[in-house]
């Protein structure tokens, strides 16, 4: 008999922090966002510092998600409910449901890496120890990605992977097929905000326009995506 596994991210998934990752280059210092980092590419000498992860800054729920984190924990079906944080500590996520009233039997696993292939190693690890129907939601492509491609060596196992964005269409669940689902398109102008990526003028990396868009009035990334707001308007 095999059993249900649902594993959900923390940051930019569950939450929205004001932690930042700080990166050092050539000795000049950034700052990144989580969603900024989700899609760095790391380059040859890149120095990072996470130290903000040891804390919940100022923690905002992203409700949608939250809300199936929930209903995963209150499913008598789903076996086993997990959030896998790359933070180095569990008692930041505590701290975010306890604050929330988050309650249910939820597993959280700390990795203390961003590499990936430590969140695919866990997912396949509870693949070997019996889960056959696993749903994994993470907001960085590269984790998606890596967990996507044990579909290919675990064909027999319902694997579910959702990348965790502000879009209209729900993930599935592993109880739950898509055609069941409920898909509302929503084309509002500040949906169009919190998907859109936007060139980053200074680090000359992708950013999210609603990240951008919270930067000081002087910063180039805030006045690109001025230029590019500006120009949504003019269209709608």
Do not use: C, W
């Not at 609603?210 to 308007?233: E, F, I």
Request: no cysteine; net charge positive; hydrophobic share 35%.
């Amino acid at each position: 008999m095999g059993k249900t596994l649902f594993i959900s991210d923390f940051d930019d998934t569950l939450a929205e922090t004001d932690a930042k990752i700080y990166l050092t280059r050539d000795g000049k210092r950034f700052e990144m966002t989580p969603a900024e980092y989700a899609v760095y590419q790391e380059e040859p000498g890149d120095q990072f510092d996470f130290s903000d992860f040891d804390k919940l800054i100022n923690p905002r729920p992203i409700k949608r998600f939250v809300r199936m984190l929930q209903n995963a924990s209150d499913n008598p079906k789903v076996d086993k409910v997990v959030i896998l944080t790359a933070r180095g500590h569990t008692r930041p996520v505590a701290q975010f449901l306890k604050k929330f009233g988050i309650t249910g039997r939820i597993t959280i696993a700390a990795l203390g890496s961003s590499d990936p292939d430590r969140k695919a190693r866990y997912v396949e690890k509870h693949i070997e120890q019996g889960f056959d129907r696993i749903a994994f939601v993470d907001d960085s492509p590269k984790n998606v990605e890596a967990v996507d491609k044990l579909k290919t060596k675990y064909p027999e196992v319902k694997l579910l992977v959702h990348q965790a964005k502000e879009t209209a269409e729900e993930p599935e669940s592993p109880e739950t097929p898509a055609e069941d689902k409920n898909k509302i398109a929503k084309t509002s102008l500040e949906k169009q905000i919190d998907t859109m990526v936007i060139r980053n003028p200074e680090t000359k990396r992708d950013i999210r326009m609603k990240t951008a868009l919270s930067y000081d009035k002087q910063h180039p990334a805030y006045r690109a995506a001025m230029q590019t707001l500006q120009g949504l308007r003019k269209n709608t």
